[in-house]
């Protein structure tokens, strides 16, 4: 996998000593990089390193403060994406934004529609929908709505809307977070057809096997500032940590604790979405287990009928001798069990408030009548202390945080709680390297000082490398027990798939 | 504090462009006297709880459609319950604001219950309570005749400052359920809680807030106020007529809430904002009739006062943002 | 919270029992439709003459009230009419400059006359009720009793789209300021008419809000000191003009004079506080329209019926003035009438 781009042959996008702020905060700090013709550049960092923002300022959504951009040699200044895109740099986002109301090719010419006069020309949209298509490997009819499509065909058809409007740099923040394997490697294979076509590519992630399967190079980015840069076939895990870390993680595995008394008695439990499926367990205190299972396998419906969020069909929750059922997320936290949910913008945080009112969101209203003021404040000092929020204050907004920083506020609010039952659902999510360390090593504290913790996880690294026992779903019911000797990928790929022993 | 300079410097605006205007038009004559002051004291005080009430809901994420049609209720019930029923004040009062806020009740239990649209259910409340009162007054107006003076001393009373300024009783009222309203809405935990299921109710649901008990609260005391407002506004003019009685008084409502900073996405305003843009429409109504002869412009003026105050509400907010 | 909500639905429940019933059928007899243009204590003194006539006239009579008081309610309203089969129809159009093409419909499928409120340039057969210029120049000559040295006087209307509002408030400022008899004369809304004696300093509308109508008349008085009189041409307005009079104490130096017969109003006639009143006779507009409707479907001859009508297609119900010296007797007679105490 060696890099198309000649020594000497001018760099398709040469990025000089930018700088960005923002409300005083120094997002770029002179980040240099030169991009080339045909070559793939993993750009790695943790959440809040600036990856973010200097893809921004390449697609024109935000203006450099500092420094300069070159296409081609010549240097540019674009006042919107719509520049850039001109340009032919094309931004596809993290989180997919399509207008999935509508088709395949409305949506592949969305602001650049063929039309004569004020009337659409439809077909030959159509039809050149097909051809667009086609070089991104997505065979999809154009009339289909994009509502329709599984996300990784969502992924291919942002793609092709890119390479439509003639991009010649690609950027793709974080491009496989919400594919399957199948998806992913799809994508892999067309990644690599574009850049036999001469596309520069950057790709964001934090998936250390993504940087090696496909980067030529890999530039690291800490703290708004470029951080060291080496060639793909040099690229070992470790290096990449260093690199984006500055510094040694701690070791992830955890010292076995005995489990203790029974913490929570599942029986019979039936969701919403699996109302013949049945699931019966017990979690001990001091135990940390794992529920692993495929995408739609009732993982998360679980954890919900759990926290009373969604009412239960069926089924006996009995938490700490306390008898939940027909309960809601009150009467849960009240037993003593919390849920850190799976979306942590929509359902974790409010994001128009502040740290100190969401650490205390859950924990007020046991409380008292009145807001306890001096309990909030110290609250939030000490919440901000012990899980390292970066932070400038307690008053900041929540939504200009990192999503790993964001996630522990999530997980501070609930400890506020005090809960003896944790769950949580893809604990580490969008979450940085070093973040995730940091809140492997809390929950390891957790259930060290007694807590019982259940969690959700669709990477099995972490399944592995947390639990003590792993729980494999399939179709709304436990397939199968795994305990920490028999817990494998190749054994919970199995029970996940429903190939389970009985 | 910040967010209210848009306001409160519109606000200042009209007054003083009223005042120079109307000593233009007429040199005996000013836009600040005590009767003017007391006058428009008193309509603020019955305005400024409606709008209160509409912020209400609006901070909830949600609107409250049937406010008009609430005060209509009130002002057609509590004359019935005083002449024809020939109740004492003690027992018509409550019995009306019970009404009321049960009418709150029904709206938070459809919407909380059922998932309707906040707006699809008090539109149509809007038309029902309207039309039931119409029906119920068989389109009779009710009056209050005159031996009920102690009563509607709430609405029209003063109490003596200066010789000749009295502060009103109605403005009074708004100044004690003001204070209410804003320690509910910053010192207490459920007003925290109201304005997080304003900005994200999904979020607040998996933190263990009582989403649903805390809306229909909301729409409880949106409609309990409405029908204070409404009591008010009968005491004040002595009759009501199902037909006409509050007729648009929710756009006022929700005009002056959203004037004073109330979003009506959800999840933010204060009360003295709310209290700031409600005083800002009776000003408004007050100097054009000060300063013009006839009032065909008034809808006009409003129209075009409000969308400058919200341009500058915006205008200020972005000075604010770039200088820091 | 479960028993408030009990409350509420009991509550809801016992409505009806208290409410009044509105309803007058005499079986298989023709359909008669009296159609107001508001809903107001006027009309239900006028619906008293309904109820009274409809025996004799031997006639199944329905009310309808506009609950807004807009031209479109009213059209659908006589739309509905026609669908329900009334033969004959009386109303008091809202906008009769607009509503002619509407009215001539009407009248082609049924028998049209107008009352209150006159659309003289439709095919209606005959218009019953007060000439409304005529009446206004009545409510100028009450103003000149008040005021006999002059003075400032401020008019509140409820709007001043209706026909009998501008000819109400045209004959006021005509007789104030002593021009002829003119009634197709129109002084715009926002123009400060000055006479050698009188002047009308400004009108306001109020679109039928009472609240708005005080608030008016309190802010006129605070920005002018020298009225020495407030005019309210609608029924409602009177007793609100007489409560801002009260709250900026000037009973006595502010006189009030009003139209139609609120009980207020002639409350406030007796105690002195308002010098008089111009009153129309609603009960006979009611009474009249449903007696000539009547007369009219008895007969089925068209050409025999033309001469049922009244000279000029005009039943003049004349408008009288009412001050302290009528008000008892008007206001017993009255009280007969609709049957209070």
């Known amino acids: 996998m060696t890099s198309r781009a000649q020594d000497g042959a001018p760099p398709v996008l040469e990025v000089v000593a930018i700088g960005k702020r923002f409300d005083g905060v120094q997002a770029l700090r002179s980040v240099s990089l030169q991009l080339h013709a045909g070559e793939v550049v993993a750009l790695i960092g943790e959440n809040g390193a600036g990856k973010s923002t200097l893809m921004k300022v390449l697609a024109g959504v935000h203006q450099p403060d500092e420094g300069s951009l070159r296409l081609l040699g010549r240097e540019v200044r674009f006042a919107d994406p719509k520049a850039a895109l001109a340009a032919g740099i094309a931004l596809i986002h993290q989180e997919l934004n399509l207008c999935d109301n509508l088709t395949v090719a409305g949506a592949l010419f969305l602001g650049r529609e063929l039309r004569r006069g004020p009337f659409l020309r439809k077909r030959a949209m159509d039809r050149q929908a097909v051809a667009a298509l086609a070089r991104t490997g997505l065979e999809v009819s154009p009339h289909r709505l994009v509502s329709s499509l599984a996300p990784g065909q969502q992924q291919l058809l942002e793609i092709a809307r890119a390479l439509h409007g003639r991009a010649r740099v690609l950027i793709m923040d974080e491009p496989t977070s919400c594919l399957t394997d199948t998806e992913t490697q799809r994508l892999y294979a067309v990644v690599r057809e574009l850049k036999a076509q001469g596309t520069a590519i950057v790709w964001i992630t934090h998936r250390m096997a993504e940087v090696l399967e496909l980067a030529d190079r890999v530039v690291a980015l800490r703290d708004g500032e470029h951080t060291g840069e080496i060639a793909g076939a040099d690229a070992t895990h470790e290096r990449m940590v260093a690199m984006m870390v500055g510094r040694q993680l701690r070791s992830q595995l955890r010292p076995a604790h005995p489990p203790g008394e029974v913490a929570l008695v599942v029986r019979g439990l039936c969701t919403r979405a699996f109302p013949r499926a049945s699931v019966d367990f017990e979690l001990r205190c001091g135990e940390v287990v794992g529920i692993a299972g495929l995408l739609g396998s009732g993982r998360s419906e679980l954890l919900r009928a759990l926290f009373g969020v969604d009412r239960a069909v069926a089924g006996q929750i009995t938490c700490c001798g306390v008898q939940l059922g027909g309960h809601d997320p009150a009467d849960a936290v009240r037993a003593g069990l919390v849920l850190v949910p799976e979306d942590r913008k929509l359902q974790g945080l409010v994001l128009g408030m502040s740290v100190r009112e969401n650490l205390s969101l859950a924990t007020l209203r046991a409380r008292g009548t009145f807001v306890d003021g001096a309990y909030e404040r110290d609250l939030c000092v000490r919440a901000i202390a012990d899980l390292a929020i970066a932070t400038p204050h307690g008053e900041q907004r929540v939504a200009v945080l990192s999503g790993g920083n964001q996630q522990k506020v999530v997980l501070g609010k609930w400890l506020a709680a005090e809960p003896r039952v944790l769950l949580l659902d893809e604990p580490t999510r969008g979450v940085d390297v070093a973040a995730r360390a940091e809140i492997y090593a809390r929950l390891h504290e957790l259930a060290g000082r007694g807590v019982a913790v259940l969690f959700v996880s669709s990477e099995l690294p972490e399944v592995l490398a947390l639990a003590d026992r792993c729980l494999v779903m399939h179709q709304g019911r436990v397939e199968g027990e795994l305990p920490r000797q028999r817990m494998s990928e190749a054994a919970i790929l199995t029970l996940a798939t429903g190939k389970g022993v009985a | ?324 | 919270m479960r028993t408030i909500l009990i409350a509420f639905t009991f509550a809801f429940a016992g409505l009806p029992a208290c409410g009044r019933e509105q309803a007058s059928s005499t079986k298989g007899a023709p359909k008669i439709a009296f159609i107001t243009n508001c809903v107001a204590e006027f009309w239900t003194i006028a619906n008293f003459g309904v109820e009274a006539a409809k025996g004799p006239a031997g006639v199944e009579v329905s009310v309808h009230m506009p609950p807004n008081g807009t031209a479109e309610e009213q059209t659908r309203i006589l739309e509905d009419a026609l669908g329900r089969g009334a033969v004959g129809i009386a109303v008091s159009p809202k906008d009769p400059e607009n509503m002619t093409e509407l009215l001539d419909r009407i009248a082609d499928k049924a028998i049209l006359i107008t009352h209150d409120s006159d659309a003289p340039k439709s095919k209606r057969l005959c218009y019953v009720g007060v000439d409304n210029y005529e009446a206004g120049r009545m409510c100028g000559q009450l103003v000149k009793e008040a005021l006999q040295n002059g003075g400032a006087i401020v008019v509140v209307v409820g709007t001043l789209d209706q026909d009998n509002a501008r000819r109400r408030r045209q004959g006021l400022i005509d007789e104030l300021l002593d021009r002829s008899m003119d009634s197709t004369r129109f002084d715009p809304q926002d123009a400060v008419l000055k006479g050698s004696k009188y002047e009308i300093r400004a009108s306001y509308t109020d679109q039928f809000d009472r609240q708005k109508c005080k608030a008016i008349a309190q802010d006129a008085l605070g920005k002018w000191s020298d009225i020495a009189c407030l005019v309210g041409l609608f029924e409602y307005e009177p007793p609100l003009l007489l409560e801002s009079v009260r709250s900026a104490a000037k009973l006595g130096t502010v006189k009030v004079v009003a139209f139609d017969e609120n009980s207020e109003t002639l409350q406030g006639i007796v105690d002195g506080h308002v010098h008089g009143t111009v009153v129309q006779n609603p009960y006979e507009y009611g009474r009249a329209s449903v007696e000539l409707l009547g007369k009219l479907l008895n007969e089925p001859d068209a050409h025999k019926r033309a001469a049922l009508l009244p000279p000029g297609g005009f039943l003049n119900v004349p408008a009288r003035k009412i001050t302290k010296d009528n008000v008892a007797a008007f206001w017993q007679d009255l009280k007969q009438k609709t049957g209070k105490k």
């Open chain 2, 1 to 324: 504090m910040k967010k209210l300079l848009g306001i409160t410097g519109l606000l200042l605006a009209v007054f003083v462009v009223t005042t120079l205007l109307a000593q233009q038009a007429d040199g005996s004559n000013s836009f600040l006297t005590a009767y003017n002051l007391q006058n428009l004291l008193q309509r603020v005080g019955m305005f400024g709880i409606l709008s209160i009430a509409a912020a209400f809901v609006i901070v909830t994420g949600g609107i409250d459609l049937s406010i008009g049609a609430v005060v209509c209720t009130a002002g057609c019930m509590l004359p019935w319950l005083l002449k024809d029923c020939a109740l004492p004040p003690w027992l018509a009062l409550p019995l009306v604001l019970l009404l009321c806020a049960g009418i709150g009740l029904w709206h938070g239990i459809l919407i909380v219950g059922l998932r309707l649209q906040p707006f699809v259910v008090t539109l149509c409340g809007l038309l029902l309570y309207r039309g039931l009162m119409r029906w119920f007054t068989n389109d009779q107006t009710m009056g209050l005749g005159s031996d009920v003076e102690g009563l509607r001393w709430l609405a029209n009373g003063r109490i003596p400052i200066t010789a000749s300024f009295g502060f009103p009783v109605s403005a009074l009222i708004l100044l004690v359920v003001a204070v209410l309203a804003a320690v509910f809405f910053q010192r207490t935990v459920w007003g925290r809680h109201l304005f997080a299921l304003g900005r994200n109710e999904e979020a607040a649901r998996f933190s263990g807030v009582a989403t649903g008990r805390l809306t229909i609260l909301a729409y409880v005391v949106c409609s309990l106020l409405a029908g204070l407002a409404g009591c008010l506004f009968v005491l004040y003019v002595n009759s009501a007529g199902a037909s006409s009685f509050g007729n648009f008084y929710e756009l006022y409502a929700i005009a002056g809430a959203v004037l004073g900073g109330v979003a009506l996405r959800g999840g933010e305003g204060t009360i003295l904002g709310v209290v700031l843009g409600s005083s800002l429409m009776q000003v408004l109504a007050m100097a054009i009739v000060i300063v013009g002869s006839g009032n065909q412009l008034e809808f006009a003026i409003v129209g075009a006062v409000i969308l400058l105050g919200a341009a500058a509400d915006e205008g200020v907010r972005r000075l604010l943002r770039r200088r820091r």
